[in-house]
T-cell receptor, first 115, second 115 residues
Framework: AQKITQTQPGMFVQEKEAVTLDCTYD???????LFWYKQPSSGEMIFLIYQGSYDQQNATEGRYSLNFQKARKSANLVISASQLGDSAMYFCAMTPYTGGFKTIFGAGTRLFVKA | DTGVSQDPRHKITKRGQNVTFRCDPISEHNRLYWYRQTLGQGPEFLTY????????KSRLLSDRFSAERPKGSFSTLEIQRTEQGDSAMYLCASSFGTAPNTEAFFGQGTRLTVV
């Protein structure tokens, strides 16, 4: 079965500090993509970063980096230099490359950035 | 192009009534997805279109739910004989291409409340 687990319902971080949001996944597909999305209070999902299962290097996008450990099936999001505007829900998601394009989301982590 | 557009943003309906939601994807995006999100949870996949063809449908999509994308552009999601358990945010997303690793762009969702 395909599953995404985010074990941190809520996280606090001080402004300008770095924070790691945890994500583990379970799949039997050999090829898959991993995504992180941000959902502010306005409701829309905003794409942050992507990692392919065969990518050798960890993905980075500006202040976002993905710590991909394939053997442990983890894909943690690291946000550096947190800003007040980073306060939002963060979702880890996975799309298997076989059997269609169904993307599975975790339950999310709510991040609070303190001034 | 201003992104994925969903209409209406909010819908309150009485139990047993039918409702229809519309999604206008980013133009030229060939893939379109519907998700349902309940409070405190991540989005759950409902269905997926590639152009006008509905390629995958979740078991969550009971026979009261139907989705169409008649000309491969906008899509509608209809719920017949609504139940209180249908209360949720319905999210539409679109993406371009045939590779599963392309990011999906989400609309702001339609919040359905069944009373």
């Amino acid at each position: 079965a395909q599953k995404i687990t985010q074990t941190q319902p809520g996280m606090f971080v001080q402004e300008k500090e770095a924070v790691t949001l945890d994500c583990t996944y379970d799949t039997s597909d050999p090829s898959y993509g991993l995504f992180w999305y941000k959902q502010p209070s306005s409701g829309e999902m905003i794409f942050l970063i992507y990692q392919g299962s065969y990518d050798q290097q960890n993905a980075t996008e500006g202040r976002y980096s993905l710590n991909f450990q394939k053997a442990r099936k983890s894909a943690n999001l690291v946000i550096s230099a947190s800003q007040l505007g980073d306060s939002a829900m963060y979702f880890c998601a996975m799309t298997p490359y076989t059997g269609g394009f169904k993307t599975i989301f975790g339950a999310g982590t709510r991040l609070f950035v303190k001034a | 192009d201003t992104g994925v557009s969903q209409d209406p943003r909010h819908k309150i309906t009485k139990r047993g009534q039918n409702v229809t939601f519309r999604c206008d994807p980013i133009s030229e995006h060939n893939r379109l997805y519907w998700y349902r999100q309940t409070l405190g949870q991540g989005p759950e996949f409902l269905t997926y279109f590639q152009n006008e063809a509905q390629l995958e449908k979740s078991r969550l999509l009971s026979d009261r739910f139907s989705a169409e994308r008649p000309k491969g552009s906008f899509s509608t999601l209809e719920i017949q004989r609504t139940e209180q358990g249908d209360s949720a945010m319905y999210l539409c997303a679109s993406s371009f291409g045939t590779a599963p690793n392309t990011e999906a762009f989400f609309g702001q969702g339609t919040r359905l409340t069944v009373v």
